[in-house]
C-alpha cells in the first residue's frame, strides 16, 4: 500500500512539472495551478503518512523524528539563503530518505519547505513547487542501491551533487511557460514537436540556472562527504525500533516458607 501511494504522489508530481509538454499554457495554468497543486499535495503527505503507518514503514519514533527534521531543515535553510546556489537543506533530505525510506523521504521534503516557508515568509506560487522538487530528492534518495561504508557515503555525495542539478531542472518547469517572451529562441511554444520543445528548456535551462545548481550541487556534495558517516550513524542509531515498554518476565511463584513442627 505504501509503495502504490508513493509512486501515484511521484506520478501526480511528476505531471505538475512536465505538463507544458503535453498541455498548452492558458489561464488555469498561470493563474490557479499553484493552490490547486499544494491542496492535492497535502492530501498526498498525508495518504503517504498514513500508508507508511499502516505498512509498519513509520512508527511513533520515526514520526518524531520527521518532525525533528522537519524543524532542523527548516532552521537551516536560512543560513545558506540561495546566495550563488549554496543551499543547506538538500544533504539532510538525502541522507534522512537514505536511512529512513522514500516514503519518509518524500514527506520530509515536503514538511521541510512548508516548514521554512513559514519561517522566512517565502509562501507564495512557486512553494507547492519547491516542495514537490525536494519530496523527489528525499524519495529518491531511499531508493538508491544498497552500500556500506566509504562506498555508501560517495555514492550519497554523488546524488547529492546531482540532486542539486533536479532540483533547478524542476523548478525551472514551473514558470518557464509564463516568463518569457514568445519570440524567444527559448520561450515555450504550444504546438511545437516534443523533440524542440525539450531543446527549448535545455537551453532556457543552462542559460538561466545553470551556474546558479552547480553552487547547490557541490554544496551538497561536500555537505554529505563531511557529514555524511556522523549523520547516518545517528539517523541508523534513532531508526531502530525503540523497547517502550520493559519486558514482562513470568517466573515460578516462590515455595511457601519451610515450617518447623511444634516439639
Not at 75 to 83: E, F, H, I, V
Amino acid at each position: 500500500m505504501a509503495t502504490v501511494t508513493v509512486v501515484l504522489a511521484a506520478f501526480i508530481g511528476a505531471v505538475a512539472f512536465f505538463w507544458p509538454f503535453v498541455v498548452a499554457p492558458g489561464r488555469f495554468g498561470a493563474s490557479y495551478a499553484p493552490p490547486l497543486i499544494f491542496g492535492v499535495l497535502l492530501v498526498l503527505v498525508l495518504a503517504v503518512v498514513f500508508a507508511e503507518i499502516a505498512d509498519g514503514g513509520i512508527d511513533a519514533k520515526a514520526l518524531a523524528m520527521l518532525g525533528v527534521l522537519s524543524a532542523v531543515n527548516a532552521a537551516l535553510r536560512p543560513l545558506g539563503a540561495g546566495t550563488a546556489g549554496v543551499e543547506t537543506v538538500f544533504f539532510v533530505l538525502v541522507l534522512a530518505g537514505r536511512v529512513f525510506g522514500p516514503g519518509f523521504g518524500f514527506t520530509l521534503g515536503c514538511t521541510s519547505l512548508f516548514a521554512s516557508a513559514l519561517l522566512t515568509g517565502g509562501v507564495g506560487p512557486w512553494m507547492p513547487y519547491q516542495m514537490f522538487g525536494c519530496a523527489f530528492v528525499g524519495m529518491l534518495a531511499g531508493l538508491l542501491p544498497r552500500a556500506r561504508g566509504k562506498r555508501e557515503v560517495l555514492m550519497l555525495a554523488v546524488y547529492g551533487s546531482a540532486s542539486g542539478y533536479l532540483f533547478g531542472f524542476l523548478l525551472n518547469l514551473s514558470f518557464w511557460p509564463f516568463s518569457l517572451d514568445p519570440g524567444s529562441s527559448l520561450a515555450y511554444l504550444p504546438g511545437l514537436p516534443f523533440t524542440e520543445q525539450w531543446h527549448r528548456y535545455l537551453a532556457f535551462d543552462a542559460a538561466t540556472s545553470l551556474g546558479w545548481d552547480t553552487g547547490r550541487a557541490v554544496t551538497n556534495f561536500v555537505c554529505v562527504l563531511i557529514a555524511g558517516p556522523a549523520v547516518l550513524t545517528t539517523f541508523r542509531r534513532a531508526a531502530r525500533r525503540a523497547n517502550f515498554t520493559p519486558a514482562i518476565h513470568f517466573t515460578d511463584p516462590l515455595p511457601p516458607p519451610a515450617t518447623t513442627p511444634p516439639p
